[in-house]
């Protein structure tokens, strides 16, 4: 058993001032004994409009932002998983060359130099429809203990959030990802990534906590090999799955804790939300988010809830920007709910997920 800390912060488009809020909560998430610190989506800054927001978005290797909180990770001994923008290069996507609706263009590059000379383009002659521009990746990195990146750990959000009621469209500068990233270690066990809107899409959750078995052949051959693994899956299954966020406040109070709840209860899993709280550009643009960073365990109890927003909802309640939750994360506990209520899936009936 392990501790983990949740920080619930109000990034603003000041990623000076945001840093200081996530680089204080590594500090009281370490003197509180957590080996691990999770920080919701967009940690790095939320903007007031999509311009500013890719005007704001740097390439991980020179993000003053990742820079300052792997200096923090490392001075403090330790684990950070976090929600930041990199901005990547696209060109527009043929019809033919993508059946996706969503996959609207193609990416190109986050080599920073590429990115620098696109955004230096002359305002008065931008780049043409079918020439490259700059989006947004929506990622999630992972900084280990000694402040170094893992090479595997980054995750790009699949479910963009277009929102017409709260005038959100995300795909408008936003990049969706193209595929999972492999559940990987970390102190408190097994990590499963996704994003935010993600939450909405239970077979993402499955996916991620009961991977595809290997084909009949492969586990003959695993089984014939004295070394080889005796795991029938593709890849061990996520034990934690994270949702770090930034609910609008309406999505919030009708779906946060529900979908949080049935996420951990199909999926059998711990899940962990740090979420985004309050009014983030005051008198800059209306933007506000719910908060309410959340823990379930395997069974569908909810470990941990943070403060959320007034009652108003037109800011945090006190004490909510800047709260830390620390939980024990109990991987036995995850062990006894899959043992004692097994969930066989009648695969001869419908698909595998």
Not at 39 to 66: C, N, R
Not at 151 to 164: A, E, I, Q
Not at 190 to 196: F, K, V
Not at 301 to 310: D, E, F, M, N, Q
Request: glycine share 6%; net charge negative; charged share 20%.
């Amino acid at each position: 058993m392990a501790k983990a800390a949740i920080g619930q912060i109000c990034s603003s488009n000041s990623m000076a001032h945001n840093l200081e809020q996530c680089v204080k909560l590594v500090g009281q998430a370490a003197a509180a004994g957590a080996k691990i610190l999770f920080l919701p989506e967009a940690s790095d800054y939320i903007s007031t409009s999509g311009a500013e927001s890719i005007a704001l978005a740097k390439p991980v290797a020179t993000s003053p932002f990742v820079t300052g909180l792997r200096s923090a990770a490392a001075q403090h001994k330790l684990a950070v998983h976090v929600g930041i923008h990199v901005p990547v290069a696209v060109k527009p996507s043929s019809p033919s060359a993508s059946s996706s609706t969503v996959l609207t263009s193609i990416p190109q590059t986050e080599d920073a130099g590429a990115i620098s000379s696109l955004s230096s383009t002359n305002p008065s002659n931008p780049p043409g429809d079918d020439e490259p521009k700059i989006k947004l990746y929506n990622r999630t990195i992972y900084i280990r203990e000694d402040g170094s990146l893992h090479p595997s750990g980054s995750y790009d959000k699949l479910h963009l959030f277009d929102y017409p009621d709260a005038r959100l469209r995300e795909s408008a500068t936003t990049q969706a990802g193209s595929s999972f990233t492999l559940p990987f270690e970390s102190p408190v066990g097994r990590l499963g990534s996704l994003i935010c809107f993600d939450l909405r899409f239970a077979e993402a959750a499955l996916h991620l906590t009961r991977p595809p078995p290997l084909s009949t052949a492969a586990i003959t051959s695993s089984a014939s090999s004295s070394s080889a693994s005796q795991t029938t899956f593709s890849f061990p299954p996520a034990q934690i799955l994270l949702y770090p966020s930034a609910f609008t406040v309406p999505t919030g109070l009708a779906h946060w804790t529900t979908l949080l709840r049935a996420r951990a209860i199909e999926t059998q899993s711990w899940v962990i939300a740090p979420a985004q709280v309050g009014l983030h550009n005051p008198g800059a643009s209306p933007r506000v988010s719910y908060g309410r960073s959340t823990v379930v365990d395997p069974w569908g109890r909810i470990v941990l809830s943070l403060k959320g927003v007034r009652e108003d909802g037109k800011d945090a309640e006190e004490g909510a920007a800047g709260e830390l939750g620390v939980v024990d994360i109990d991987l036995a506990e995850w062990e006894r709910v899959r043992e004692q209520m097994p969930l066989i899936r009648r695969t001869d009936v419908y698909p595998e997920i």
